[in-house]
């Protein structure tokens, strides 16, 4: 059965792609969850139109991701932390406080894009990735200082 997809989806293509799928999978699967439409000459106008949106929204998306990764790459902050005995923190450096700080410099990120695989326990200077989309991982530059 062909079919034309409606969203991305990881298996099969593109949104727009026309696709040769087993009835039942169409008819179970994609249909309900509105991932794809039957090919017919009237889907295809619907699907053609959708596509160019989606392109438009994709290369919008884009220039506005890159400004951001830009933005980034070149920030650096500074967080400054008590210490005890033999400069050992108290707490630590986690996504919320990196995600906090930047929304005080006004950029809004979600926490789970920012890339921090343990939280900061040392002082030092640190580069953390932030996911802006699939392709672009820049890195802020952290400091972490007594106080």
């Known amino acids: 059965m062909d079919i034309i997809l409606l969203q991305d989806v990881d298996t099969l293509g593109t949104a727009g792609d026309i696709v040769n799928v087993k009835p039942g999978f169409a008819r179970n699967f994609l249909f309900p969850r509105g991932l794809a439409l039957r090919a017919s000459k009237r889907n295809l106008a ?14 919008h998306d884009e220039k506005i991701n890159l400004e951001l990764s830009n933005l980034l790459k070149d920030m650096e902050m500074t967080f400054e932390v008590q210490t005890g005995e033999e400069e050992k923190m108290f707490g630590a450096v986690t996504t919320n406080d990196i995600q906090k700080k930047l929304e005080e410099k006004g950029i809004t990120i979600e926490r789970h894009r920012i890339e921090l695989k343990e939280s900061i326990k040392a002082l030092g200077i640190f580069h953390i990735p932030v996911r802006v989309s699939a392709n672009m991982k820049p890195e802020l530059k952290i400091y972490v200082i007594k106080a």
Do not use: L, S, T, V
């Open 46 to 59: 619907i699907a053609d139109e959708r596509k160019r949106n989606a392109y438009k929204r994709r290369e």
